[in-house]
């Protein structure tokens, strides 16, 4: 019988991770994203949320649920496999009407995770998985989307994930920019701290910045 139990649960992982590997798949093949994009902020989420702990001087994140996040992390933005070609793919700025389209790809990325068909399993899991998906466009001070969540009430997970995600993005070429150096993306989050971004959650990135650099360097696009 433990036997079996043992068994169940390997599986149960087993489904989870090709469950995860679809979605992210699917998500970059749709967005043009780099497989490293997607490993880059996996990692950068970990290190944040170890960073954090260290800064409070007590666990405030249990290993555990640092451990999901950093699985969770690559399905952010699962949901633009929902959003036209036209307002995904576009080389340049969005107008007012196509953002407001881009800016559903949360809801429709809790949508997927939700349905009866991810399989995702436990519900740490998907309580995890469902925070980084569809909060991690909340901004600290109210005004971003799709909730409009301010400060504590966004989940720590979310709040995470947008600072990853954003750095990813600010050092990253894109079709419609050009990568900005390390030392450019540490002044935004600092100019951004207590408006877009966890005010603490900066001074913990700040504290492990130069080792966010060197998985960036490791992982960077070809």
Known sequence: QQWQIGRDEQELANAKRLTISSLTTLSRIRDNESGLH?????????????????????????????????????????GKVAIPDEILLKPGPLTPDEYEVMKKHPVYGRETLLSEDAGLGDRDFMETAVNVVY???????????????????????????????????????????????????LDILRQDAGSHFDPDLVQA??????????????????
Not at 149 to 169: F, H, S, T, V, W
Not at 205 to 222: G, K, N, S, T
């Open 135 to 185: 909060h991690h466009h909340e901004k600290w001070d109210g005004t971003g989307y799709p909730e409009g969540l301010a400060g504590d009430a966004i989940p720590i997970e979310a709040r995470i994930m947008a600072i990853a995600d954003a750095y990813d993005a600010i050092t990253s070429k894109r079709v419609y920019k050009d990568a900005h150096t390390h030392a450019r993306a």
């Open 38 to 78: 997607l490993t880059r902020t996996s990692k950068f989420v970990e290190m944040l949320a170890n960073a954090y702990n260290e800064v409070q001087g007590i666990e405030v994140i249990p290993a555990h649920k640092i451990d999901l996040m950093a699985q969770c992390a690559p399905m952010h933005d699962i």
């Open 205 to 222: 990135f700040l504290r492990v910045e130069q080792d966010i650099r060197a998985v960036a360097e490791l992982y960077r696009d070809p």
